[in-house]
């Protein structure tokens, strides 16, 4: 008798493996994860700084610079000195610090510009320096040190920095390289809805230039 056999003939099948693709898309990917998840701790940075934050009684306020127009300041700037004003009506014997240069299509300098508007709005002319040479955040904080030096005021005794909120964590920063200490600041609303988005985006970038190159 012919004995028939159950087996089976065994077929072979490869063991499967992924494809991921190239090593080079795999590593951009990796970059860019990287990129927005650093962008976002970043912006949490910003977001954070962007508040009242007073301790004790400065004696001294900084209002940093903005764009100046023909017409009078920008509304970035308008907020800067309006928030500045709401502070000095109860503390008028400070002394302000107005800082910022001529740029391209400034008909004057944001410092003489900022004067005249807290002129025209009560503030004694006696009160505010002037620092218009500066054309960064860096340079409004170091010059306007070198002006309060001048002065035969003491940095380190307490000041006040005003600005729009996004602005505040990198000039608080700045602020502290410079020799400043016991610094409050006041965070300006941002009106113009466009330019709060944009300033919102680019902050973070460069509050990483200056952490690098502003020293």
Same mark, same amino acid.
Not at 115 to 133: F, K, T, V
């Given at each position: 008798?012919?004995?028939?056999?159950?087996?089976? &003939?065994?077929?072979?099948?490869?063991? *499967?493996?992924? #494809?991921?693709?190239?090593?080079?898309?795999?590593?951009?990917? +990796?970059? !860019?994860? /990287? =990129?927005?998840? @650093?962008?976002?701790?970043?912006?949490?940075? /910003?977001?954070?700084?962007?508040?009242?934050?007073?301790?004790?009684? &400065?004696?001294?306020?900084?209002?940093?610079?903005?764009?100046?127009?023909?017409?009078?300041? @920008?509304?970035?700037?308008?907020?800067?000195?309006?928030?500045?004003?709401?502070?000095?009506?109860?503390?008028?014997?400070?002394?302000? /610090?107005?800082? =910022?240069?001529? =740029?391209?299509?400034?008909?004057?300098?944001?410092?003489?510009?900022?004067?005249? *508007?807290?002129?025209?709005? %009560?503030?004694?002319?006696?009160?505010?320096?002037?620092?218009?040479?500066?054309?960064?955040?860096?340079?409004?904080?170091?010059?306007?040190?070198?002006?309060?030096?001048?002065?035969? /005021?003491?940095?380190?005794?307490?000041?006040?920095?005003?600005?729009?909120?996004?602005?505040?964590?990198?000039?608080?920063?700045?602020?502290?390289?410079? %020799? !400043?200490?016991?610094?409050?600041?006041? +965070? +300006?609303?941002?009106?113009?809805?466009?330019?709060?988005? #944009?300033? *919102?985006?680019?902050? &973070?970038? +460069?509050?990483?230039?200056?952490?690098?190159?502003?020293?």
């Amino acid at each position: 008798m012919i004995q028939r056999s159950h087996r089976r &003939p065994s077929v072979e099948v490869s063991s *499967y493996k992924g #494809k991921g693709g190239p090593l080079w898309i795999k590593v951009l990917l +990796a970059l !860019f994860a /990287v =990129g927005v998840l @650093s962008f976002f701790i970043l912006l949490g940075q /910003v977001m954070g700084g962007a508040k009242d934050d007073l301790s004790g009684s &400065p004696q001294t306020m900084v209002i940093l610079g903005c764009q100046i127009h023909d017409w009078g300041p @920008s509304v970035m700037l308008q907020d800067r000195l309006d928030r500045a004003l709401d502070y000095l009506e109860d503390h008028p014997e400070m002394t302000v /610090v107005v800082s =910022g240069g001529q =740029g391209p299509g400034e008909p004057i300098s944001e410092a003489q510009g900022m004067a005249d *508007y807290l002129i025209d709005h %009560g503030i004694a002319r006696e009160n505010i320096i002037m620092e218009s040479l500066s054309h960064n955040t860096h340079q409004n904080l170091v010059y306007s040190a070198r002006h309060l030096e001048e002065a035969g /005021v003491d940095i380190k005794t307490g000041v006040v920095i005003v600005s729009n909120g996004f602005h505040l964590t990198r000039a608080r920063m700045l602020a502290e390289r410079v %020799g !400043f200490e016991n610094i409050s600041t006041l +965070a +300006a609303p941002s009106s113009h809805l466009p330019s709060r988005l #944009k300033m *919102y985006i680019r902050e &973070p970038l +460069a509050l990483v230039k200056s952490f690098v190159f502003d020293r």
